[in-house]
């Protein structure tokens, strides 16, 4: 192949491999939407329970933790974001169901930095030494 010819056949073997409508999108800059939790800690999460966060454009936080609604603010510099301090209701629910709300607050407290997963299309939220915390998908 000749060199400089990569630059006509990518785009012709994209457009064979993809679906039509397909679009290949950029890598995201910043963590914000609305995103559903996938995994706490490597634990999993609870079937039909939805803990979910929702970050907004001016860094303020909203969502649930399966039983209590939370909110507070979250700080995002690059690819380093902090979340809190963060307030919630105070309802109570079934053990399970607070079980794994209190993991998941306990989780983003403690989350030091964010990636977006291309591959999966997942938002992945790291701790202080690069460990994933909790993985969410995209609502």
């Known amino acids: 192949m000749k060199q400089g010819a990569s630059h006509i ?3 012709l073997i994209a457009a064979l491999v993809l679906p039509a ?3 290949v999108a950029a890598s995201p800059t910043s963590p914000a939407g609305r995103w559903l939790a996938e995994d706490i ?8 329970l939805q803990s979910v966060l929702e970050i907004a454009g001016d860094g303020r936080i909203s ?6 609604r939370i909110m507070g603010k979250a700080r995002v510099e690059g690819a380093t974001i902090t979340l809190g301090p963060l307030a919630t209701t105070r ?3 079934s053990p399970a ?6 993991k998941f607050l306990a989780a983003l407290e403690a989350v030091r930095s ?8 997942k938002l992945v939220l790291l701790g202080a030494k690069g460990e994933t915390l909790v993985v ?3 609502m």
């Open 136 to 138: 969410l998908a995209r």
């Open 9 to 11: 056949l990518l785009p």
């Open 41 to 48: 800690r490597g634990g999993g999460v609870i079937d039909y």
């Open 21 to 23: 409508g397909t679009a």
């Open 97 to 102: 169901v607070m079980d794994q709300e209190r």
């Open 63 to 68: 969502g649930t933790g399966g039983c209590n």
């Open 91 to 93: 309802m109570a629910c």
């Open 114 to 121: 964010w990636r977006i997963d291309t591959v999966r299309h």
